[in-house]
Structure formats: structure tokens, C-alpha cells
């Protein structure tokens, strides 16, 4: 997609307008480009009706600044020491750099969206950065906690996913000019792919491999993580029994090889995708009602991709 591109390379320059220690951290976060899927599902969702595309690409690219800005500030939080295979800003110069850089990268991203001048997307935006701060609160502090609950865990998901998805969709139609009808149905949709999004890369740190997902499997539950399939399988008294025993004791490797194998049962992982294939039908079905288009198939493209993705 050639307004795709446009904002790769407004990515790419802004790493090099900036003095040079920045200039190696943002060129450092930009050289290795993520999927793109979140800067995508605003052009698309703008592609319905014509508009200046000026707009809609600062705010695609807006998206995906905000997207990696949290992913800098998670990795820093979380410890890790590698993003998509390459070392993470916070391993190579040190946690308080990476706060920095992400802060930076947080603030040019509001920067971008202010330049839209639309008052309602702003206001979506920052709503945005709560959410997602937010997301990251609750998980911190349900961290090996077994009490808990299916509602908790989907808002937890939206704040932590889902909620960029949404801003990402909704905020595309409503700078096209779009009908209040069509930017309703782009808000639903953003906001049922980012839970399915969410929900199959929970499964997948049970259903997937080590090299698929990036990180050994479990990994969620080792940290104290609670995700759907956990859930599930959890409503089977054995093997709350035994979650319950493994989050007391997450150093026990034999206790969580055992909670792993049984979370990984067909079963749980079956219930799990029948979870996450609801949302997706959610989001095909909020697509009904928009003209037909390529812009339109490309968006009912990625709720399949959603659910076959295997990383």
C-alpha cells in the first residue's frame, strides 16, 4: 500500500532530523518495522470516502508511534532484553534511556495528531494513552494472582490492545468525513480484531513454538500472567487446584511443566479459538454495512489473518 509506505518513511525521517544520540535511538526503534497493522487499519478505514489524505496519514503514522512507544516502555518494565529477535532500547543503553526515548516517541505521536486540528480524534488519542497505561496497571497488579475473573481479564485486554485497535479504526473514518454511522461501525470493528488480536496471542504462548512466538512457551504464566486460556482451563477443578499452586510457586519448573500440559489440552485450546473466532465474526459482521470496496476486503483480509496467525 502505497500510503502505507508514506508512513514508514515518515518513520525513517524522523530519526535522521534528530541530534545524533536520538537519531541512533529512533533509527535504532524504526530499522526493524513491525507488521503495520495498526497505521493500516486507519488508512483503510479513511478509504471509504474522499478526504484529504494529508490528515489521515499523520494520524496512521501518529498510531504507530504510539504503539511502539508503549512497546519501548513495556520492555523496560518487563525486563526484556529482545523485541522481534533485536536487543530492546533498554538493554543496550539502559532503562532510563528507554523511558526517555519512549516519552519522546509519545509526545511526537500526540504532535502528529494534534496537526489533524480535529478535536474529537485528540481527545480519542489521549483517552488512548490512559487506557493503555492503564492495561499495564492492571496486569502489574494481578500479577500471580489466581482470583480472577473472565470480565477482568477482557478489560484488561482492551485497555492493554484493543483500545489502540479501536482509536486506530474509528479515528481513520472520522477524519475522512465519514457518516457518524460508518465511524460507529470502524469503532466496533477496531475494537472486536484487537480483542481477537489479543486473545490468539494469548493462546499462542500455549499453542504456538518457541520460535513462532519469540519466547518460551508459557512465558505468560511463569510471569504471573493470567490469560483466557489459564481461565479456561481453570474452571476444571484439578487444574485450578494446580494454577493455584504453580502461581505460589513460580520457580517450580516441574509444577509449571505440568500446568502447562494441561492448559495446552485440546479442549481448552479449542474453547479458547472459539473465543477469539466470536470476536472476529463481531468485526466481519460490522463490515456488513459499508459500501464494498478493496478497502473493505483488505479489512475483512485481517480479521482471517487474525485468526490463523502463528506469530
Request: glycine share 6%.
Amino acid at each position: 500500500m502505497e500510503r502505507l509506505e508514506k508512513v514508514n518513511n515518515s518513520l525513517t525521517e524522523m530519526a535522521e532530523k534528530k541530534h545524533p544520540f536520538l537519531a541512533r535511538l529512533l533509527d535504532h526503534t524504526f530499522s526493524t518495522p513491525g507488521k503495520n497493522i495498526r497505521p493500516a487499519i486507519t488508512l483503510l478505514a479513511s478509504n471509504f470516502y474522499p478526504h484529504d489524505e494529508r490528515n489521515t496519514e499523520k494520524m496512521a503514522t501518529g498510531v504507530e508511534l504510539l504503539h511502539i512507544a508503549s512497546l519501548i516502555h513495556d520492555d523496560t518494565v518487563d525486563g526484556a532484553m529482545l523485541r522481534r529477535g533485536k536487543m530492546t532500547i533498554s538493554s543496550l543503553w539502559g532503562p532510563k534511556t528507554a523511558v526517555l526515548a519512549g516519552d519522546y516517541i509519545f509526545a511526537a505521536s500526540a504532535t502528529l495528531v494534534c496537526d489533524t486540528g480535529n478535536i474529537r480524534v485528540i481527545r480519542r488519542f489521549a483517552e488512548t494513552i490512559m487506557e493503555l497505561s492503564s492495561g499495564e496497571l492492571q496486569e502489574m497488579a494481578e500479577t500471580y494472582n489466581p482470583e480472577q475473573s473472565m470480565q477482568g481479564y477482557l478489560g484488561r485486554i482492551y485497555n492493554k490492545t484493543a483500545s489502540l485497535f479501536t482509536t486506530a479504526a474509528e479515528s481513520g473514518a472520522i477524519l475522512s468525513g465519514a457518516p457518524e454511522a460508518c465511524s460507529q461501525s470502524m469503532r466496533s470493528y477496531g475494537h472486536n480484531l484487537g480483542m481477537a488480536f489479543q486473545i490468539v496471542d494469548d493462546i499462542l504462548d500455549f499453542d504456538g513454538t518457541e520460535e513462532e512466538i519469540g519466547k518460551p512457551i508459557g512465558s505468560d504464566l511463569a510471569n504471573g500472567v493470567v490469560t483466557l486460556p489459564t481461565l479456561i482451563a481453570m474452571q476444571r477443578r484439578s487444574c485450578c487446584d494446580a494454577v493455584k499452586r504453580v502461581l505460589a510457586n513460580p520457580d517450580d519448573e516441574d509444577l509449571m511443566k505440568e500446568v502447562v500440559s494441561l492448559i495446552q489440552d485440546d479442549s481448552v485450546l479449542e474453547e479458547s479459538y472459539e473465543f477469539a473466532s466470536r470476536y472476529c465474526e463481531k468485526a466481519l459482521s460490522d463490515l456488513s454495512g459499508l459500501p464494498p470496496c478493496p478497502s473493505r476486503d483488505s479489512l475483512e483480509e485481517l480479521v482471517s489473518h487474525v485468526k490463523v496467525r502463528r506469530n
